[in-house]
């Protein structure tokens, strides 16, 4: 399955476009105000709604999967060369040279 880490700031655009392309499209749907009016925002804020998503969708979607982690380094103290009984320190490799 592939997973996409999204920020805060990300997740509020994306749902900001999707609010103003489904407000025009209920825009254009409804009969609550005077036609010309009606179509003017409506068409306005699905517009707006599907132009901004696109970018944003590309962006999102674009990252793809997460990348592996690196390899530790030495100094990494969570890595498994670094475990308490010491078999695989720096220091003891270099005291047996």
Known sequence: MR???VTFPELALIAGTRAALGAGLGLLLGERLPPDQRKAVGWTLLLFGALTTIPLAFEVL???TRKAPAEPSVLDRSSP??????RHSPRRAAAAT
Request: proline share 0%; charged share 40%.
């Open 81 to 86: 060369r670094h475990e308490t009984d010491g």
């Open 62 to 64: 674009g990252r793809g």
């Open 3 to 5: 997973e996409t880490q």
